[in-house]
């Protein structure tokens, strides 16, 4: 059911784009980033991991566990850069500059000649480049290059796990939401104890704990679930495409809940970012009609 399968890909896009904001919330409830990033992983390993434990899925084992445990680290670091970045930056902004994982990706395949770098990927990268010299020069108000690196860093680290987890999907055929399961615990251990040698610094209120809740809830087991639900029917460039709504969600829920502005600047910086994801990964060829 390819329609079933785009809502699953469209909820998880809302569930990951939600997070900025429900990051800032916790956030002015006195959380620091690491301990929203801890919640985040726990509560969404924990959830999938219940699931897991009731359908008896076994999770990964031998050197497929151990290389899933690395991606979590890895992932760990994506997410302590990204929650770090909105301390600093606006969440649209920090959304729009996470998006250039897709640009790091092509340029790493193609440095480890997994897949070409082609006119394509070249005119993509240009559009990128153009698109963040627009998104940036457009925030003078709030923007900071401390908050730019580490929006940047979480994006290279992202593209960094996904060529790595497509490496191991290859040789590794156990269940997607195990897989992830041992992933988002890694990830909670790793963002625990980074929080732990700062110093754990906890919501303050309710209001607080609920935002960090709804961010383990929605932006980790929900969003992961739906997108590999929606994944396995309509497959990885319809899901790279629909998935690009996901900073377009954050730039709106930023205007509406957190009072953000939107200039020309920014909106170009932002057309140009998405252009360069949807060059990426838009098919090639169409097929031809049966």
């Not at 390819?2 to 002015?28: K, N, Q, V």
């Not at 003078?140 to 996904?162: D, E, K, P, R």
């Not at 209120?205 to 383990?216: E, F, R, S, T, V």
Request: with cysteine.
């Amino acid at each position: 059911m390819p329609a079933f399968g785009s809502l699953m890909i469209l909820l998880s896009a809302a569930g990951f784009g939600s997070m900025a904001l429900f990051a800032r919330w916790a956030y002015a409830d006195g959380a620091s980033p690491g301990a929203v990033a801890f919640l985040r992983f726990a509560l969404g390993g924990l959830l999938l991991g219940s699931w897991l434990l009731s359908r008896r899925i076994r999770l990964p084992y031998g050197p497929a566990l151990k290389g899933y445990l690395l991606l979590g680290g890895l992932y760990a670091l994506t997410a302590w850069c990204f929650f770090s970045a909105l301390r600093h930056v606006s969440s649209g902004l920090a959304a729009l500059l996470l998006y250039t994982y897709p640009i790091f990706v092509a340029l790493l395949a193609g440095a480890l000649g997994i897949d070409r770098f082609g006119r394509r990927e070249l005119l993509a990268l240009l559009l990128a480049i153009s698109g963040l010299l627009f998104a940036l020069g457009g925030n003078q108000g709030n923007f900071n290059w401390i908050g730019a690196a580490y929006a940047l860093g979480s994006g290279l680290c992202y593209a960094i796990y996904v060529v790595g987890s497509g490496f191991l999907r290859q040789a590794d055929h156990s269940s997607p939401l195990a897989a992830a399961c041992v992933v988002l615990l890694a990830a909670a251990t790793g963002n625990g104890l980074a929080a732990a040698l700062e110093g754990f610094a906890w919501p303050q209120g309710i209001n607080g704990w609920l935002a960090c809740i709804a961010i383990g809830v929605f932006g980790a087991a929900l969003a992961i679930a739906a997108f590999l639900t929606g994944l396995a029917r309509v497959g990885p460039t319809r899901a790279a495409l629909l998935s690009t709504v996901e900073p377009l969600i954050t730039l709106l829920l930023g205007l509406i809940f957190l009072g953000e502005q939107l200039t020309l600047a920014q909106a170009l910086g932002a057309a140009g970012i998405l252009g360069a994801a949807l060059l990426l990964t838009w098919p090639q060829q169409v097929p031809a009609a049966a």
